[in-house]
């Protein structure tokens, strides 16, 4: 009996000491599949910044491929692909030279900044792959040129072998379509009666079904002062905002007086719509000439009714 009562009494310490290293194993276990979870996930994230020194150090990758892509390319995969625009990871041409993809008026030229000098760096960023655009359409890829053999100016060159728009990045910039409007409508009756020439252009800038209206209006009367206005109106023709006044393109050679030249913005070759920050919405570029050089731009975004960039810029090719 009292044999019996120990070997009893001696069952539940036996079961405590088991269930003791039984949690102190699972504890351990748990320890260890942290550790390695977490180890895991640590060289994941190190795979990822490898990735990106390899790219931003690999002096062979080719420059067909060209390095701007890769790094989207990246960029997308780790950026968990938001809506937000990547409008500093790749280039925007215009005639060869880069410009800014934010709404504003740019001198088109390479040397103001500094940006465009002739050296290595600079040759490996801008002999890549571009994606061409030009009079409303995409016109396919090219490799651009840049280097002592586009030398434009004292240490400075521009990027050959581009149309007159150029992206380094892939993607739809012209996501819809634009028409031009015959019959004008009653709404822009009076504007007609005062200028020579009214051109419509029909687009969708802002992706909201509803068609905005890119207005040019030229003045050819020889005795009056020539002018061309570029404005937009939306769908149902209510002006939103004076854009371009272009004021006396007129040049008289003051020393052969017969030799003029006179220049007129027009639709087809001053404006062009085109989503150059990749955020879906097009934006309005208009090419300005100037005395001198290849002109202004102006790029303008219309989104929830509103103009980004600027309104009523005044422009001329007199010096
Ligand atoms: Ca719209
Ligand atoms: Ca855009």
Request: hydrophobic residues 30%.
């Amino acid at each position: 009996m009292s044999e019996e009562n120990k070997n009893v009494k001696k069952e539940p310490i036996k079961v405590k000491f088991r269930t003791c290293i039984e949690i102190i194993i699972g504890i351990e276990l748990g320890i260890l599949i942290f550790l390695l979870l977490n180890n895991y996930f640590r060289n994941n994230d190190n795979q990822i910044d490898n990735v990106n020194e390899i790219i931003y150090q690999d002096e062979e990758v080719p420059s067909d491929i060209g390095k701007n892509n890769n790094l989207n390319s990246v960029g997308e995969t780790t950026s968990n692909s938001s809506n937000s625009s990547n409008s500093e990871d790749y280039i925007f041409l215009c005639d060869g030279l880069e410009v800014k993809k934010e709404p504003g008026l740019y001198m088109i030229d390479n040397f103001s900044d500094g940006n465009m000098a002739i050296n290595e760096q600079n040759e490996e960023k801008y002999n890549i792959t571009y994606y061409n655009y030009e009079n409303g359409k995409s016109t396919g890829t090219s490799k651009g040129k840049f280097g002592e053999e586009t030398l434009v100016y004292d240490g400075v060159a521009q990027v050959e072998n581009v149309a007159k728009y150029a992206l380094s990045k892939e993607y739809n910039a012209m996501p819809r379509e634009s028409k031009l409007i015959y019959n004008i409508p009653e709404k822009l009756k009076d504007l007609d009666k005062e200028n020579g020439k009214v051109e419509i252009n029909e687009i969708d800038l802002d992706g909201d079904g509803k068609k905005e209206h890119i207005v040019v209006a030229s003045d050819y009367d020889v005795d009056a002062k020539f002018s061309t206005k570029i404005m937009l109106y939306d769908s149902e023709y209510t002006k939103i905002a004076d854009l371009v006044n272009f004021e006396n393109p007129y040049y008289k050679n003051e020393e052969d007086l017969t030799n003029y030249t006179v220049t007129s913005l027009s639709l087809a070759g001053n404006v062009e719509c085109m989503d150059i920050d990749n955020d879906g919405n097009m934006e309005i570029l208009i090419d300005i000439p100037i005395w001198e050089g290849k002109g202004q731009l102006s790029i303008v975004k219309y989104q929830n009714g509103k103009i980004q960039g600027e309104k009523e810029v005044t422009g001329s090719v007199r010096p």
